[in-house]
């Protein structure tokens, strides 16, 4: 069966000067194989990811794999800490606003000056191996910097380190208040059918500083670079990242963290990652759209916001999404107004608060979706 | 019909040197009657009192009523627009953190000193007179100190003094993650029928600086000390003041509103506001405790919850009401824990987030609890 | 020598379900004699107390004492950690709002109890023995309640049971922008000289949450009521307890603590906590007001604030306190305006923000100040 | 003399759902000129700017003026308003992270599709004319659509189209802790030694979201992109814009701002904005760096820190910075540590709280600085 290794990391020190620390979990195959590196609540509100890990885990104690399964779950000590109010003000540094993640890695140039290192006769694997020391030697120069860097960026990039030695890389977020979604990156599309994950958004080679972009975005470019330079050969991107939304932040529950435990598996599988197991995605029906059809509704006045449309439902252009209270006009007509879907659209997810000003992301939904065809399911 | 006006009240500044408003709205009926006082939002996340006098003003518009009925929705414009992270600190001054229904206005020595100034021969209404007066007098002088009070007593008292004007006050707000429930002071038990809320906590004549007490504590106290001093005539509490929870924060539904507007002019009909309505409360259950039997359950450790009882269910003692994820064990045995009920209990609320620390109010709820008789209903 | 021990606390766990601890320094002289509790921070932005306990045990490494002296840094974990943008949220729970110094423990009742059991035989010193054991049980019982209790109250009583145990309590606070000043009860005035602060307020026995008064309430209470009970015995308050407040919060400055350290080493000398040495206190004026004359100015309007008294400056009635600028009329006459002293005063603090709403703490100064006697000095 | 005129824009709605305006002051010279634009706390907590347009305010009363001159203090009525425990919140959204200033609009691709729109007869004057005309309403349409914007963006944009009118650009702010310190776009190089402010940073032709940046960068790339297509005719950036640091923030000071406030009249007077006004530099010693040395020192810490250099000292590489106090290690060797510089420095700001995590900004200072010549002065 799996090895099963267990050590806390320090990633970052408090106010207190005390050392604060995620717990690394480690499954290590008999067989070789992949390298998988799953991670829950960078964001610290959304907390549903470590229920999944939990579940993961369950799986992984019976279920022999190939290759190795790291798990990092509640992996931001810090914004998993910082209450405002009864809820968790866990989506950004509260001293300067930065997104927990938007710190990572990605140097194009780096890339660059490793192709110009290379030669035809390099094997793929030896290249792998080469850039990823690469990178990873990037990302500890980064880290050891004189002048230091900056909490968010030092925490992200510890976990990067991490991260960036594997194969297969799962970030587990959630929405505010939200339906399933993921984030695949084009190259990657065909695995989106695995997960039990019934909205699809599929993203360009384009860093925006993300856990999944830092580590996609270095292997496609890479992969684009090399078949400019060696156009002979066939390259294909040897490494997938995702971003996972399993439902709303401030949430857990145990039996739909078991379900995406269970979705989460059914892709390992097909990405021969256990040995032989029969776990197989659900027959569900899975919409996808590009990233530019991933849209933001935002308010164009403030007030009070009764939200009309779920998370996952699917509406007509000019359908009521929301009604706003306007507390001064409550004797006249103004008292009401509606905001209306732009287009039609399936709604992802809703601001988790009644009260908005103008310019809040009321309403995210896809535009222009398609359906995935279907896989061989349970 | 009902004579209706509008103004707008300034009740504090903020650092723009902004004057910050909140509306009243006034009906007064053709009929003379009792004055009654309705306000909500003072805690500035729980906003759906807003939308139940959005209900009652579509009432008042054409159901005519015998007195007047004064009408505050939003009535702190501060604590309202406090944003942090997506949710609204609404509950305390953010920069003090005093709870912004904390600082009214109550001295048992002002009722000493107004009793001493009363003789046998004066009538109740006089008396009831002269106290008003009196007790608004007493908040203008605290407002008007050379060297000012903090800003939740400002805000509080400006309230008060419209609020005292009245012979029924309701101050609607809600729960964290809540079913409906009510606070009824003893002595007004009978009126806890009328209300279409299916959860009663009769509470005592003893100030902790809510509005609701601010109001029944000084005329309780006054029956109580008229019959001590006039023992040969009788007395009763001419006033009623509530404070009604209408389900949860950071939510409005426009349905629930309607329905809790419906129950208020229920109350109201039976009080005799409204000339020749037919609005009778519905055939509910009704569940009452003594507030010392309004527990506070709070958590032992830290950790990540999922909440197992909905508000408004009873369950037995021993029932798991909460299952904790311990993120540090998710290998092994103590992965994940359970909260049991203390007693028997029904759940009234719970708190809003996954994320708890120790000493957090996980869940509030009723034990030792009684079934309220019925009334004519609908 | 002095022995010394440290150990770390468990008193809180947080969201990651992590325990939370504190360090406490201790050390026992060679010789019998007074117990002293000294702690530092429990308002987590007022971090001077950290450098003065550093500056005392540099002393207590050399110099010898009698007793006891127990010093815990850095008390509260939680408020420490509470980042809001660049400032610490120190000084209340960010959950709930509760005052991290307000949740202490007392209660007269127990007091009463504990009168009834005793016999005049009895000695003084029997009778303190069995106050303190009665006392910390009952805090024992308010900890481990079945259905808990809240954070700040949770923290609080975990340092009360140290402190109770000690016959000198020291908290170490700052105020926002403040000059030093002490709070003393009022029977333990004498001891005001020998402390190095200039600013002194005396407070009568009424318990309002905090550390001091949830020591000295109890023992003050205790006193008077055997002196009730047994008149013809005399009867002291054998337990004196302080609150410091040491220059501003979020700053440290290791000279500034070096200078208070020495005032309390000086009170300790006095209290004949220290075998033989020779510090005694400053030639410095020290004023004295009672609580009533010790006055909050709150703001009458919102704006910006210019701050023209100092922290420790004495100032007369009618004097500019502030200046204030209406960026709505910068362009006449109304762009300035001027808050002026009610009173002669000494400037004891001030807000430490520019931007203030209407009822904001401005300032908070001494009238009716009296000078106290001077006593031996360095 | 000067027309003056006021009015108030409505740039944001509330929870409440009420407007927010800002104040804009317009003063119109008899004669031609120049038009400058100039704003303040756009950061809600730097006030300081505010008190300098005051003062500005008061010199255009008097001084006759060419051309125009706009003022929007206290520009961003939802950070002003933001507080959390005594400090404002005012660098970002609170919502969301967002930085107040950097939701500005520069699009290269609108330059070069204006670029390709011009033919070489075009005076230069028509081509400011026209672009002016074109970005105002590329403003336009972010603003107006239909999905909306966030609001920081929107925040931004409204002013940034009152802006983009100007000639000359100067947004307000101030640094945390910090000396006086400017931003110069490297062609205004000139200019530099006009304000009254000793440190000069010299700034690329980068867009990263900033007012001064959204200003120069589409002028600067303009003049380069014209010299590009038009060789044969010279050309120069036509528009100046900078971003002043008049101190630190929660602070307001009138002298200081009357300081400032000539300093920017010195500049106004040599770019001919004033008819005949006698109003030059002062003579103090002015050093510059570029932005690639104007460095960030961060913590590898957190902890309590002490800061040992002021802003505004010249520093020598090796010298401490700042102490730093462990709790855990009072009693040891450990017990205080120190942070040094790590290059020869000016320093410029501190970090405002004595509070750190690791991966705080500590410090930012210039390195490898260089000493600006003089111009005529007062």
Same mark, same amino acid.
């Given at each position: 069966m799996n090895t099963f290794t267990k050590e806390h990391l320090s990633v970052a020190s408090n106010a207190s000067g005390r050392k604060m620390h995620v717990p690394v979990y480690r499954f290590q195959g008999e067989e070789p194989g992949p390298k998988v590196y799953i991670q829950s609540s960078v964001h610290g509100a959304e907390v549903?990811? &470590?229920?999944? *890990?939990?579940? $993961?885990? %369950?799986?992984?104690?019976?279920?022999? #794999?190939?290759?190795?399964?790291?798990?990092?779950?509640?992996?931001?000590?810090?914004?998993?800490?910082?209450?405002?109010?009864?809820?968790?003000?866990?989506?950004?540094?509260?001293?300067?606003?930065?997104n927990w993640n938007r710190g990572y890695f990605f140097k194009e140039e780096l890339i &660059?000056?490793? *192709?110009?290192? $290379?030669? %035809?006769?390099?094997?793929?694997?030896? #290249?792998?191996?080469?850039?990823?020391h690469r990178v990873k030697e990037a990302i500890d120069t980064e880290l050891s910097k004189t002048w230091g860097i900056g909490l968010a960026s030092r925490l992200n990039l510890q976990l990067q380190y991490l991260a960036f030695e594997a194969d297969i890389v799962i970030d587990l977020h959630t929405g505010s208040v939200a339906t399933r979604h993921i984030y695949v990156p084009e190259y990657a599309k065909d695995s989106a059918q695995y997960f039990?994950?019934?909205?699809?958004?599929?993203?360009?080679?384009?860093?925006?500083?993300a856990l999944d972009e830092s580590v996609f975005c270095h292997w496609w470019t890479l992969a684009d670079k090399l078949s400019q330079k060696f156009p002979q050969r066939k390259w294909s991107v040897p490494v997938e990242a995702f971003?996972?939304?399993?439902?709303?932040?401030?949430?857990?529950?145990?039996d739909s963290g078991q379900y995406d435990a269970n979705g989460i598996m059914a892709y390992l599988n097909y990405k021969n990652c256990l040995v032989s197991a029969d776990i197989k995605p659900k027959d569900i029906a899975r919409y996808a759209v590009y990233l530019n059809d991933y849209k933001t509704l935002y308010t164009q006045d403030g007030g009070i916001v009764e939200y009309n449309v779920k998370p996952g439902q699917h509406i007509k252009e000019g359908d009521v999404l929301a009604k706003v209270l306007n507390v001064d006009?409550?004797?006249?007509?103004?008292?009401?107004?509606?905001?209306?879907?732009?287009?039609?659209?399936?709604?992802i997810l809703h601001f988790p608060s009644a009260s908005v000003l103008c310019g809040t992301q009321l309403y995210k939904g896809f535009i222009n979706y398609f359906k995935l065809p279907s896989v061989p399911v349970e």
């Open positions: 549903q990811g &470590n229920v999944v *890990i939990y579940h $993961l885990i %369950e799986y992984l104690k019976v279920t022999p #794999i190939r290759g190795e399964v790291v798990l990092v779950p509640n992996c931001n000590p810090v914004g998993t800490n910082i209450k405002s109010g009864e809820y968790t003000l866990g989506r950004f540094d509260p001293v300067n606003g930065e &660059n000056d490793f *192709i110009d290192t $290379l030669t %035809e006769e390099q094997s793929f694997d030896d #290249i792998k191996l080469a850039f990823r039990n994950i019934p909205h699809v958004i599929f993203i360009p080679n384009q860093f925006d500083g971003t996972l939304e399993m439902g709303s932040q401030e949430v857990i529950d145990f006009d409550l004797d006249n007509d103004n008292a009401v107004s509606y905001i209306y879907a732009p287009k039609d659209l399936i709604a």
